[in-house]
């Protein structure tokens, strides 16, 4: 299909948003009326620069409180028209976008409706200009899509078309059912836009909480699957006004919002070739959206059988320091790469690696921080499957240099430049350690802590990178998001959402504090807008693993004696266990589906944190109700350097 | 009155918010649950933190879910609240809030909540505690004041009483005059709680917007009017859930609390004096408030006629650059102060001064950013009256040296540390500067530019400083605030909302950027969160200052010709007048009271701006609407500099 966006969706001025648009190869744009008015260049200015960029502009938009005016208005409205057909004219674009009328004046009359669209499109027929009638969720007579079809129906003109737009069917709680008995014909331009769940006036959530396909919580690919059945085959465009996407630099917007397209299209085709025919009108229109339609089919989703390893970039000193740690962690010096100045530890299930390689990738885009992680690498039936699925959703391949003899393992760039590598299941757990490294024989008699696995690693994003991320990894990754929660800090909200693949071997947490004064927000301004903020790690005796790691000289973050108090009042706990955890140190969470219990280390120069976790049963969360007793012994311990005046 | 604040109300580790609360002179605290069960020491170690820093633990809250349970919830809820009760006196803390119960098992039965709660107040009452019952806006059966007080009525304990808090009551747009006729000794405490008006869930809405009396659009003072009149003499309380408040330094948003709490009592002894008797009962109620309670009651509100001047910290360099371009501006220079190195700018009615006095508290606080305002002088007939206003309302009193012969002008620091000076109106327009300048007897000959008045200053503020200046603006000076606005920079939306005095002789303009990379975030942050942002300069005739000032050399924010093509379509303007603007580069804004031409000077190093502005009949904005347009010609200039990838 032919892609598309509204300038609006993206911040900068007007050449700023028409380059990242080209550069995320998009056909066209939506030429959004103020990016035009306030543009200092003319009419035949925009359109060579559109040109020479490779685009077209497919819709001008938005033509507002046209239809069902009073006389005098109505008159007056098609003045305003017969200079905006000018204008389109000079720009070269052959339609626009008229929506539902939200003014007071207007006359609740389909039939006055669709004659005053008649006479516009008429009008626009003359200079062979179409219009597109879309009904806005907020519209003041028409606000269904259903009403503004009738409307287009009855004015019957061919210049005259229906603009559907996700958002303001989906918002209202319409079923978009209805719109796959339009003549696609007739359908002009399609807008797919995304949004969180939200009980909002629909104006102000229209207006600051659109989002790309993917990144909020519409049933998107019904929607479009709809449309599609109908016949359309038109753009697919998007058009979103979000306050962030305002503030975050253009080119990465334009990536996502290419990115959830392609996810977008990659469901819909896969849902078309699965369905069932329902009837034979249904199985006509879906064979003939598979013959005619092109919609994007990337390789499939990989895979993920757990997190192989993770990696972090050291320089020398702080790379010694870690391995120290890690070894109080029970983990045990496990060997060094065959090539490079590379160690690897291991406990249980648990790879970590510490690459401390001058010039490596890692330390060329990490050092500068002392200690980051440069990589997370997951399990993968087909590592080049997962890479080819990650390439086709526009993430950027990365292939690390490879010695003799030294498995490839192929990776790409997350969004933030760490990179998610991908390792064969194949290589089963130790294939890859035996290619790379020099192991050592034997263990060094020292015992682990019993830790297994890696439950899963806390992400650290800037405000900007949490859709980025969430449609990274639905699209990329497969792992979908779950509820979102506010964590209280001392200082500031912290946001926090947990993204899985179906049989949980991989999660990831991603938080997100929108002040400045949270730990979150300080560790993620150190790490430059994405930054591992803890990582999870299961043991399936809890109470054994922390006292070793005590005994060990591990240093845990100090739970205050009255949250177990508290936890006494709001939970039915056996007093047995709740003396076991007020004596280790333990935190507790309960949901209807199991236990969790967990704890914290103290962490590394105020940065990165290890969690220690036991699932109970089918516990699927990540303690959140404690998050805040973590957050405020932090700043008890910290009160003095941080300061607060 | 007694007044108090809840921990949550503030960012910060308990111990500091008790600081910051006790500095603020409150007399006392809610306790909120969660700073207690996350805080390291025991609740004998907090009665005493609290009782050292000279307050009180006035209540302790939340008690959740209690009413209306089946019996084995409802037994295990007293022996929950049995613990809670063990605490309250370890603490010393004799009330507890409990909340109306939003549990899907609450029975929807008035008799048995009352039972059930009289029970509550039995246990209490051993200890000699109270329970306060608070019906929450989203309580599932009991949301309304009206139902909690028919709940504890049938429950008729004396140790169970209501609760209220004025945002559970106007966010429904419940009636709160019913409150007046509920017996005063019943009611046992009281949240003051603002909130702007929005359309949302009113859980959202009230667990991240509410903010201090004075700072939303609720009618407070009624509200309070109403409980004092049924004879409540307990705390003024706040207990204020703001995402903005939790990221803010605490001492701050405790001075901010403090005033709220002053301003709202002063406003409601004002209406308790000034209004006529209803009936016996009322007048009998009235007059008992006033007598048995104890009101703010600070000096009037300053009568302002005006900005006097407006005075710039510069450096020697800076200032003289500075000078040159108020030259170029139709400025004249005056003269020059008798012992400061302050020169004095003068045109129509408009002041400037250029303070480059080594050690002045301008250069102290300002110097580093070159050029900054450091005062704005207001106008008034009782200085001394404004600036103890002022000082009742939590502001510091700052005074400046004064030279033999020159004349004292008190100021207040201003949030963000520039002041508010006040000038004595019967000095007349040249009195001041006679007394402190040595002025230049005659004009220099050069024609002014037609600058007569200083129409409105805008300030550039950090986001957390929105309220408090909100707050200031009212409750120190006595300017209303109009619409909050929001304005698309290329680079992120700003808010921008206007706060005047009646005769509208002063208006300041308070400009937010939420995001890090618009213009106004730039200058904000480079100002260190309060900046002045450009300063508006009215004509008569803007089309001649224009022209004076290009002849003179002085350069404007190019304006798109787009914009004139658009403006046509949108705006039924003369034909003649549109052909002036666009050959002038003025922008028009219309408002059914009148137009508002006006036009943007480039600024200075990237930082402060003037505008020239002419108002036409009533117009009361500042043409907001074209600020886009401004500000995508600002960033289309400086586009090269800014870069967006």
Redesign the interface.
């Known amino acids: 299909m032919r892609r598309t966006i509204a300038t609006v969706s993206l ?3 007007l ?2 948003k028409l380059e ?1 648009i080209a550069a995320a190869r998009f056909d066209g744009i939506e030429l959004f ?2 990016d ?8 035949a200015e925009v359109r060579s620069m559109v040109a020479d960029l490779g685009l077209t502009i497919d819709l001008y938009q938005p033509f507002r409180d046209f239809e069902g005016m009073p006389e005098a208005q109505y008159q ?1 409205s098609l ?2 028209a017969e ?2 057909f000018d ?1 389109m004219q000079e720009l070269d674009v052959s339609m626009v976008l008229c929506c539902s009328n939200t003014s007071p004046l207007v006359i609740d009359d389909p039939e006055l409706a669709a004659a005053q669209l008649h006479e516009l499109a008429t009008r626009a027929a003359a200079r062979n200009l179409r219009v597109g009638f879309e009904a806005l969720a907020w519209g003041r007579k028409t606000n269904l899509y259903g009403q503004a079809w009738e409307i287009v129906r009855r004015a019957d003109h061919p210049h005259l078309g229906l603009i559907l737009d996700s958002f303001h069917t989906l918002s209202l709680k319409d079923d978009p059912a209805g719109i796959a008995d339009i003549p696609g014909h007739k359908i002009f331009f399609l807008q797919m836009a995304d949004a969180p769940l ?4 629909v104006l ?1 959530w229209a207006r600051h909480y659109r989002s790309f396909p993917g990144q909020g919580q519409f049933d998107m690919a019904t929607f479009l699957e709809q449309v599609l059945l109908a016949g359309y085959t038109g753009p697919l465009s998007l058009e979103i006004f979000n ?2 996407f ?2 975050t ?3 990465r917007i334009a990536v996502d919002a290419m990115r959830s397209l392609l996810y977008l299209e990659s469901q819909v085709r896969q849902s078309l070739e699965n369905s069932a025919p329902r009837d034979d009108t249904r199985e006509k229109q879906r064979q003939r959206v598979l013959q005619r339609i092109e919609l994007y089919s990337p390789p499939a989703l990989p895979d993920i059988a757990g997190l192989a390893y993770i990696e972090f970039a050291a320089d020398e000193a702080s790379g010694e320091a870690f391995g120290k740690l890690l070894l109080q962690l029970g983990f045990r010096r496990a060997g060094k790469h065959r090539s490079k100045a590379v160690v690897l530890y291991r406990q249980g299930d648990v790879n970590l690696i510490v690459n401390a390689q001058p010039n490596s990738f890692a330390r060329r885009r990490f050092d500068t921080h002392g200690l980051s992680v440069c990589a997370i690498a997951v399990r993968t039936t087909d590592p080049e499957r997962a890479v080819g699925r990650a390439t086709a959703m526009q993430s950027k391949r990365y292939d690390g240099p490879v010695g003799p003899s030294e498995q490839q393992v192929p990776a790409v760039v997350s969004p933030g430049g760490s990179l998610v590598s991908f390792v064969s299941s194949a290589l089963g757990p130790n294939g890859l350690y035996e290619a790379d490294f020099i192991l050592d024989d034997e263990e060094d008699g020292a015992p682990d802590a019993g830790l297994e696995h890696i439950d899963h690693v806390a992400l650290g994003l800037a405000v900007d990178q949490l859709d980025t991320w969430i449609l990274f990894s639905r699209a990329v990754l497969g792992l979908e998001p779950g509820e979102s929660l506010e964590l ?1 800090d ?4 912290v946001q926090s959402r947990g993204v899985a693949n179906a049989d949980r071997s991989m999660r990831l947490v991603l938080n997100v504090s ?5 730990r979150t927000a300080r560790t993620v301004a150190a790490g430059g807008g994405v930054t591992v903020h803890h990582i999870a790690l299961s043991s399936h005796d809890i109470f054994d693993s922390v006292a070793r790691l005590r005994a060990s000289g591990t240093r845990f973050v ?1 739970i ?4 177990y ?2 936890l ?3 939970v ?1 706990i056996d007093p047995g266990l709740l003396a076991k955890m007020r004596s280790a140190g333990v935190l507790f969470d309960r949901s209807p589906a199991g236990d969790y219990l967990h704890i914290y280390t103290e962490s590394i120069n105020d940065g990165l944190f290890f969690e220690i976790v036991q699932r109970v049963n089918a516990y699927d969360g990540y303690g959140a109700a404690n998050a ?2 973590r957050m ?2 932090q ?2 311990k910290q ?1 003095q350097e941080v300061g ?2």
Chains 1, 2 share one sequence.
Request: hydrophobic share 25%; no cysteine; net charge neutral.
């Open positions: 911040s900068g001025t050449p700023e990242a009326e103020n035009f008015v306030n543009y200092k260049g003319s009419a007056r003045e305003r200079r905006k204008l939200l009980s909002m006036d102000q306050d962030v305002r503030e630099p253009n080119r209280a001392p200082f500031g909200l929108p002040g400045q004064r949270t100090p205050s004696p009255n949250y108090d508290d006494l009042t709001r039915d805040p007793a405020a012994a700043a008890q009160g607060n005046g």
